[in-house]
């Protein structure tokens, strides 16, 4: 035997040896994802929905963040203040471990939402200011911080952050400031920088406002072209859950009033269909291919308040016609429970966070509330178990609808609800009602309105120093007064000076049974109209 030929021979056996092992790897892998697989959660593709194992490390509670940081690492938050990154500890593919990063809590900060990183300095945005954290001696704790940028209003009210944190090709950070419309208390905003998206330096030192008249943007994204998108939820001015396009110096149509646009509102370039409330969005990079989805838009839903069940993923597909119009197409993605974020690691897999039950305002409630998810793409699994999302196709006579539209004026629905948009009443717009809420949670929250209440929608009660009680629904606050949206729709302004108690109260504006005395067609008639709008 040549030697040439012995060099093949061993050639050949060192690459059957390789393949071998290699598939035996993957053999593990396969068999790992197994063990953790939550079947429970429905994909739509080829992908598999792994639940990871966290035993060891930071209990988790309630996360609100996930997303890649320094050297590809996933890292995450919880509701708490505590940031941690996820370790695989014994290599076998499923994350296991939560290793402490640091915890804004120590130094005196709240609702870490906002997460960013340049090199290896991590951002945190929080509800006081944003904070940069580095660990220098590389150990997996963050050893040295300090405060990045603190020129934010903000008062003690639970639903202010800074969120969508996200460095652009110009190396400034860009991020979304909650609103201060339902906030009685909230603090002076001379630069009007809450309801706002601002654009700060790379050395903290000087920030700009880009685009007014947002309400609660929790995720925003680069797409590959440099155009920066944020989603924003439906309420106070915005008709439904959207999906926006920056452009510098837009207003985006909530709380005019505060921003007292000069032009046309905005539009979304998207209306979701997917779910309610979506939180966290992150562009998968145009070479991750995760079943075709390359440069594609991902976009994580908590669903309706306190609805446990429901939430999900969607992404969203944004091409250029011949013509140079942009278009946009939804596509359903997974079905999961309340999730608050989503990221791309950096094996390709996309990791999710699911908040799990929390009170009105998002806070713990149990002792440990929440996880992650690892969808990871299967191509054994591409187009030969792939789900198709059931949309169920209801059929009305036009009689039962015609009874339940004059039902829906005679039992006074109209006086607090609106079925069309650009409007905004005492309760929230029933416009595209059909498509949010099931007819079973529609007829729940009609006989039991107090049950779930929509943050932003509790009422408010009053107390003037004349002795004169007001009890209505907050529609827009600043630091000399805020005007109540009373009963009958009519808007009250209310200066602090003339307060001497206000409360917030836990009870829906709306009574309870409402419908209760009606017959039971009567009732089926109203939920059929109800259901049709959409």
Same mark, same amino acid.
């Given at each position: ?54 035993? #060891? ?80 001696? @590389? ?110 110096? #837009? ?73 140079? @119009?942009? !278009? ?129 929608? !509790? ?30 729709? @009519? ?11 206000? !409360? ?31």
């Amino acid at each position: 035997m040549n030697v040439r030929f012995q060099r093949f021979v061993l050639s050949c056996t060192f690459l059957l040896v390789l393949c071998l092992c290699n598939s035996c790897r993957d053999n593990r892998k396969q068999d790992i994802f197994s063990t953790y697989e939550d079947r429970t959660a429905i994909a739509y593709g080829p992908y598999r929905i792994i639940r990871l194992p966290i035993t #060891k490390g930071v209990t988790i509670q309630n996360p609100i963040q996930i997303s890649a940081g320094p050297g590809g690492i996933i890292y995450a938050s919880n509701a708490s203040g505590a940031i941690y990154r996820l370790v695989d500890s014994d290599s076998d593919g499923v994350e296991d471990e939560a290793g402490l990063y640091c915890s804004v809590a120590d130094n005196g900060l709240h609702n870490p939402g906002g997460f960013a990183y340049r090199g290896d300095t991590v951002f945190i945005g929080t509800r006081e200011e944003i904070r940069a954290y580095i660990d220098i001696d @590389k150990d997996g704790k963050a050893d040295s911080s300090w405060t990045f940028f603190k020129d934010i209003p903000q008062s003690e009210h639970p639903y202010e952050w800074i969120s969508g944190l996200c460095f652009g090709k110009d190396n400034y950070l860009y991020g979304a400031i909650t609103t201060d419309s339902w906030n009685a208390g909230a603090s002076p905003d001379p630069r009007g920088y809450r309801g706002a998206i601002i654009r700060i330096s790379p050395d903290g030192k000087q920030a700009e406002r880009l685009a007014t008249g947002i309400r609660s943007v929790y995720g925003m994204s680069f797409h590959p072209d440099g155009t920066l998108y944020f989603a924003d939820n439906e309420g106070g001015g915005n008709p439904t859950e959207e999906l926006n396009r920056l452009v510098p110096g #837009k207003f985006y149509g909530h709380n005019a009033k505060k921003y007292k646009p000069t032009d046309s509102t905005e539009k979304p370039v998207l209306s979701f269909q997917m779910e309610l409330a979506p939180s966290g969005m992150e562009f998968n990079s145009t070479d991750n291919d995760f079943g075709g989805t390359g440069g594609d838009l991902f976009v994580a839903f908590y669903g309706p308040a306190e609805r446990w069940k429901r939430g999900g993923i969607a992404r969203v597909r944004i091409s250029k016609a011949e013509s140079g @119009k942009i !278009e946009l197409a939804e596509y359903p993605v997974a079905d999961i429970p309340k999730l608050s974020d989503l990221a791309f690691g950096r094996d390709g897999s996309l990791y999710a966070a699911t908040h799990g039950v929390a009170d009105y305002w998002y806070n713990p409630i149990q002792e440990s509330s929440g996880g992650f998810y690892k969808m990871v793409y299967d191509p054994k699994r591409k187009g030969k178990t792939e789900q198709q999302r059931s949309v169920k196709q209801e059929t009305f006579s036009s009689s039962s609808l015609e009874k339940g539209k004059d039902l829906y004026k005679t039992t006074a629905c109209f006086a607090c609800h609106t079925t069309e948009d650009g409007q905004e009443l005492l309760g929230p717009t029933l416009n595209g009602l059909g498509n949010r809420m099931s007819r079973e949670e529609i007829y729940e929250s009609i006989m039991n309105p107090s049950a779930i209440i929509k943050p932003s929608m !509790e009422g408010t009660k009053i107390t003037l120093k004349d002795g004169k009680v007001l009890l209505g629904r907050i529609v827009n606050a600043n630091e000399q007064q805020f005007d109540l949206m009373l009963i009958g729709n @009519k808007v009250f302004q209310v200066k602090r000076t003339e307060i001497a108690t206000i !409360e917030t109260q836990k009870k829906s504006l709306m009574y309870e049974g409402l419908i209760k005395n009606l017959p039971k067609a009567d009732q089926e008639s109203l939920l059929d109209y109800l259901q049709s709008l959409k």
